[in-house]
């Protein structure tokens, strides 16, 4: 069930963050027309206290907040909004406003994830996932394989493009592999973390 939005306390804080890096960019207010105007629009819009308006953010500096998504929180009183910034999100120029650099893409690969086991759930005919998950777990698996060595072939010259090529096929295909035994990538990292421990 989706939670409302309780905007009868009042302006409530809208935390914005990368859906591709999960780092929080900012934290500003929204009332119930600013929301609907993010939703409308696609960029986040906020009401500024300052200038006692809606205000999108990136309408001077054209460093927008594209709109993902949003998640309200277990009062309904604060949104979480996934969205894709367009440049530096603080106005000193950082891409943070505390300072920090929005790097490390990781969170895409939930994303990834999200639509290979969307594509072994709700197969068609023009998906390439959809058509390993046919040919079974063994068709899977030798493309991991296949993959895999096509990897260390290209680490043994200097062609970085060739390599990152196949290092992005080698993770795709794994990640269809883990999704085809439905095993959780976070049982493998789970895994990783034990050792670390150790």
């Keep these: 069930m989706e939670r409302e939005v309780d905007f009868s306390k009042g302006l409530i804080p809208a935390v914005i963050q990368d859906h591709l890096t999960a780092k ?34 990136g309408e001077s500096s054209q460093n927008y907040l594209n709109y993902i998504s949003h998640a309200v929180d277990c009062d309904g009183d604060t949104i979480l909004i996934q969205a894709e910034p367009v440049g530096p999100v603080c106005h000193t120029g950082d891409d943070t406003c505390w300072g920090e650099h929005n790097t490390g893409k990781v969170a895409f690969i939930r994303y990834l994830r999200e639509i290979i086991h969307d594509r072994k759930q709700h197969p068609s005919d ?39 090529g196949e290092a992005a096929d080698l ?7 883990l999704e085809a035994k439905e095993i959780n990538l976070d049982e493998v990292i789970d895994v990783l973390i034990k050792r670390h421990k150790k």
């Design 171 to 177: 993770l795709f295909h794994y990640l269809v592999l």
């Design 24 to 57: 929080v960019l900012m934290v500003g207010y929204m009332n119930e027309e600013a929301l609907q105007h993010t939703l409308s629009s696609g960029k986040v819009t906020f009401f500024s206290r300052s200038k006692n308006r809606l205000w999108t953010k």
């Design 126 to 164: 023009s998906s390439y996932t959809a058509s390993l998950f046919a040919k079974g777990i063994n068709k899977v698996a030798q493309k991991v394989g296949e993959e895999a060595v096509e990897l260390v072939i290209e680490a043994k010259d200097d062609n970085k493009d060739l390599f990152l």
